[in-house]
């Protein structure tokens, strides 16, 4: 049985997110949760923290440090368990319950740059 589809959207829709290629340059656990931790990510111009849910899915969240991601960056900033997170990072499989991996870009690109 195929997997159910989201709600169809229209492109112009599509083209009011904002999808940046960055580096994950630290990772950090954050005090009191259970599931979050602090990513620093550089997007070439600048550096942001992205908080994510990811802590009991990987053994060693150090493996990700130097790693390139894909990250939604004009989410409005949002606080969770005390940290201020400026944007989420986009995984594969989560939301069919399987262990996430990050999407990557298949070579190196400048951090940044836009997907889409």
């Known amino acids: 049985m195929p997997l159910q ?9 599509l083209s009011k997110i904002d999808i940046r290629v960055g580096t994950i340059v630290s990772v950090d656990d954050v005090a009191g ?3 979050l931790l602090k990513l620093r990510v550089n997007f ?6 992205i908080l994510a849910g990811m802590k009991k899915e990987r053994a060693n969240p150090q493996e990700i440090v130097g790693k390139q991601g894909l990250f939604v960056v004009n989410l409005e900033p949002r606080k969770m368990a005390g ?10 499989g989560y939301e069919d319950g399987i ?5 990557i870009p298949e070579a190196h690109v400048p951090d940044g740059s836009r997907a889409g």
Do not use: C, W, Y
């Open 5 to 13: 589809l989201k709600p169809l959207i229209t492109p112009d829709m």
């Open 83 to 92: 940290e201020l997170s400026e944007g989420m990072l986009f995984d594969i």
């Open 44 to 49: 070439g111009d600048h550096q942001r923290t």
């Open 99 to 103: 262990t996430p991996v990050l999407a």
């Open 33 to 35: 949760s259970n599931k």
